[in-house]
């Protein structure tokens, strides 16, 4: 079993709906990102949560650390957020990064 | 600022041959990582530093080699090129105080094909 698990691993949904990715992992954790990779490659870096919660214009990530888990929200989700969303955990003491394996948001216009 | 710069952006091996992936970021940030992602997969940690003269192993190092010298630059070297090896390699840095963590950002990649 993966440390870092998202879900759903596939989404499409149609413009303008409320999008939810989650991340769970299994090990105590320092901090957590979430990235935006998109068709082209590149990779954004869009959170860093240690606790509670972000918000920056149509974007949420929320983080329980006792329940070990994160979620990423896009409000009125757009053709332009369509990427790949990945959750990376700071593992607690042994300062490396631990990936999820991904989470394809296709939005349809 | 320019932010990490990774070079070459592409690249084309033949089995054996050796090369250095360099990585240089103007951020004055204390860690610094190498990353693969194979077609359709997740990043997975190749090696990391957490400040000039310390390096230590990811998920997957065998085959490569790192060093970091100075704060700037850390780059990824590959002795002798196998078709496994095929893939794009990012490079990304952070800063990291004490427990105080910032976001990661990242370089543009090298695709790398070895035939």
């Known amino acids: 079993k993966n440390e870092v698990e998202q879900s759903p691993q596939n989404l499409t949904a149609q413009e303008g709906e409320f999008i939810t990715i989650n991340c769970s992992y299994s090990?105590?954790?320092?901090?957590l990102h979430w990235l935006q990779q998109h068709p082209g490659g590149g990779i954004v870096s869009l959170f860093m949560?240690?606790?509670g919660k972000k918000k920056h214009g149509r974007l949420i990530a929320t983080i329980n650390i006792q329940e070990k888990h994160s979620s990423l929200h896009i409000t009125a989700s757009h053709p332009r957020d369509s990427a790949v969303y990945i959750c990376?955990?700071?593992?607690?003491?042994?300062?490396?990064?631990?990936f999820g394996q991904g989470t394809r948001l296709t939005i349809n216009p | 600022n320019a932010g990490v710069t990774q070079t070459p952006k592409f690249r084309i091996l033949k089995i054996g041959q050796s090369m250095t992936l360099q990585c240089t970021q103007d951020?004055?940030?204390?860690?610094m990582y190498w990353y693969r992602q194979d077609p359709g997969m997740g990043l997975k940690l190749i090696y990391y530093?957490?400040?000039?003269?310390?390096?230590d192993k990811g998920e997957v190092p065998n085959g490569y080699n790192v060093s970091r010298s100075t704060t700037e630059d850390f780059p990824l070297r590959l002795e002798l090129a196998a078709p496994s090896q095929t893939s794009v390699y990012f490079c990304?840095?952070?800063?990291?105080?004490?427990?105080?963590?910032?976001?990661?950002?990242f370089g543009s990649g090298t695709q790398l094909s070895v035939l």
């Open positions: 990304a840095s952070s800063q990291v105080l004490g427990r105080s963590y910032e976001k990661l950002f």
């Open positions: 090990v105590g954790i320092s901090a």
């Open positions: 949560l240690s606790s």
């Open positions: 990376a955990v700071i593992i607690q003491g042994a300062q490396k990064l631990v």
């Open positions: 951020m004055n940030h204390n860690y």
């Open positions: 530093s957490v400040g000039a003269g310390i390096t």
